[in-house]
């Protein structure tokens, strides 16, 4: 089946850092998709693409859908304390189903 | 206008038992998927309901089933509960069928398997 390889398991960073992280797949997806998920809750959705090459903006929030379509990336710049929680990728296939990576853990230090 | 509801939000059973998570999806949206979310695993896609009818279904064993309503509400049932069936359950509604359809979650249904 399609796996997504997401990276890095986690991170530490100073408040006002920037971060990235980014998902691989072996396969290849129509639509790119990026969530946060706070404890206790359910993901929410903060960027959504859906043309390889597309690069899109949510505020401090870059994300782009990769030319080959086998991976995507985030990017927050000036990361500040609300931004914990955890960041999933997930991609759309033809079958679809969204296939999730298993997320990146972001702690920031005030 | 009101986002994907879930109950009950937290449960616990023991082993054996059988449990019923209901789904409210976004009014409008007619595909509902279930997810179970575990630390170790991540999001496992478990099935996905449109027009009362299941369209995918993810690599779980046949004691988890589901099923949707006329209204599009939604619910799962996991019968003869393992202790590895607790978990975060994680229910998403979306307009539409396909890839390009957001799917939009809840805040999911907290099952502990004693």
């Known amino acids: 089946g399609q796996q997504l390889n997401q990276s890095p398991q986690s991170m530490f960073i100073q408040e006002g850092e920037d971060v990235s992280m980014n998902c691989t797949s072996s396969s290849i997806f129509n639509t790119w998709l990026w969530y946060k998920q706070d404890p206790g809750e359910g993901p929410v959705l903060l960027i959504a693409?859906?043309?390889?090459?597309e690069l899109t903006s949510n505020g401090r929030l870059t994300a782009q859908f990769g030319i080959t379509r086998k991976d995507s990336f985030l990017n927050i710049s000036a990361s500040i304390p609300s931004d914990v929680g955890i960041y999933f990728c997930a991609g759309g296939g033809s079958n679809y189903k969204l296939t999730f990576g298993k997320g990146t853990l972001l702690t920031v230090n005030p | 206008k009101a986002g994907v509801t879930q109950t009950p939000r937290y449960l616990i059973k023991t082993r054996g038992q059988q449990v019923t998570l209901s789904c409210s999806p976004i009014s409008g949206h007619r595909s509902v998927s279930w997810y179970q979310q575990t630390p170790g695993q991540g999001l496992q896609f478990l099935f996905e309901?449109?027009?009362?009818?299941?369209?995918n279904k993810g690599n779980f064993p046949g004691r988890f089933s589901g099923r949707q309503f006329s209204n599009s509400r939604s619910e799962m049932n996991v019968s003869t509960l393992e202790l590895g069936d607790s978990a975060l359950y994680l229910c998403?509604?979306?307009?539409?069928?396909?890839?390009?359809?957001?799917?939009?979650f809840g805040a999911g249904t907290r099952l502990s398997v004693l």
């Open positions: 309901y449109f027009s009362e009818t299941q369209r």
């Open positions: 998403a509604s979306s307009l539409s069928r396909g890839s390009g359809n957001i799917q939009y």
């Open positions: 693409l859906y043309k390889a090459g």
